[in-house]
């Protein structure tokens, strides 16, 4: 019971802090202006407002049987009412109007109602409270006459109910005012912490950090930045170490190569070659993988532009990009993502006869779709050509003369932008990769 209950109100409650806090702050002062509202509602202005109404009906019950018993001072009487209560009485022998003045939701309108008809019955009386500003009509039957009464609304409810509730109300909206501002300039640097980690999170180097707000946040702020920077200084630490030993090992494997050259073995120098050739790729690979942990300032893409200027570059008739002329504009590093298109694009040319390219805008994300029409990859091993160094030998690879690093290249590019990558079977036989990246 608790646990459905517990899991409901997660359900309805806000999920951001400043609304949370909001209602920590603004719940209780509502919650108590209601009680309050309730309280003089209930037991101060409907009784105060009964016991008008009540002494005003009283009145014209009085006036009804001196005017039964005694007519011929029926003026003085009329007189004395309206100088001295402000009342304006006429009498006359008209009929009751058909259609009922009364409003069925107002207060005033339930009590006199309540009133007129205990003292005078069903039938023998009728009002309207809304046809003049200040006054209310009332009409009594006696007997053959109708005796007409216009009298003051005050006398029917009381007014002080509207400064109470203004009152009431405007310090308290005040107070939540006030309570926006503040919590506004509080959660505002949990804002810019929680964007410059998923900055961080997706790759930018955040340097322009600075470090607001109260004591707990500014420690927590202060203790990211100290964690972004090892992390960053970790990376370009081994980013810098595989692109050294990358570059030391070539000058060996070019001595090795021109010593080879004079070898008179051709057999020999042959196979030994073909060792190197494989070696220089392999150190090709990791300088390639080096380079995608190096900085790249993240800038404003244009995604049919780029796709457009990877088409020309390969310069290639099998290379077939389906531009629909979409607007799909985004923040990333343009160059790591050119890098990972063209991997999977060079892969479809190499194994397959043509490679299909097509963009589209959804709901907060671009996709991009690859396919060729080459032999594929098993669906069992979808999830291994992501390790790095993992290769397939059969079927295909997409490093099937590297080290196994393409897709995990491709996959860390596209992660560390907020996205991921699908892979399937195209509609051509194929290979099919599907990329989402974050607008």
Known sequence: MFSGLNKFLKYILPKRLFYRALIIVAAPTIILQII????????????ANKNITRSLVNQLKTIEEIYQNDKKNLDFFTDSYKNNFNFEIGINQEIFPENSGERKFSPMDRSLRRELKSVFGNNNYWFNTSKFKNAVEIKIRSGNDVIEFLVPKDTVSTSSVRLFLLWTTLPSLVLVIIALIFLKNQTKPLVKLAKAAERFGKGDYVNDFRASGSQEIRKAAFEFDRMAKRINRHLNQRAEMLSGISHDLRTPLTR???QLAFLKQKEISEKMSRDIDEMERMLNDYLQFAKTQTQETTTEIDLDNLLISIKNNFNNDRLIYESNNQIIEFKGRQTALKRS????????L????????????????????IEDDGPGIPENQYKNVFKPFFRLDKSRSLNQS????????????INSHGGNIQLGKSKFNGLQVKIFLPL
Do not use: C, M, P, R
Not at 36 to 47: A, L, P
Not at 341 to 348: D, S, V
């Open 350 to 369: 190499t194994y397959g006869n043509k490679v299909y390219v097509k963009a589209q805008k959804g709901n907060k994300k671009a996709l991009i779709v």
């Open 402 to 413: 590297g080290v196994g690093l393409g897709l995990a290249i491709v996959e860390d590019i």
């Open 341 to 348: 298109f063209e991997n999977i694009i060079q892969n479809g």
């Open 256 to 258: 090795l190569k021109l």
């Open 36 to 47: 309050i509202t309730i309280v003089f509602y209930d037991s101060v202005w409907i009784k």
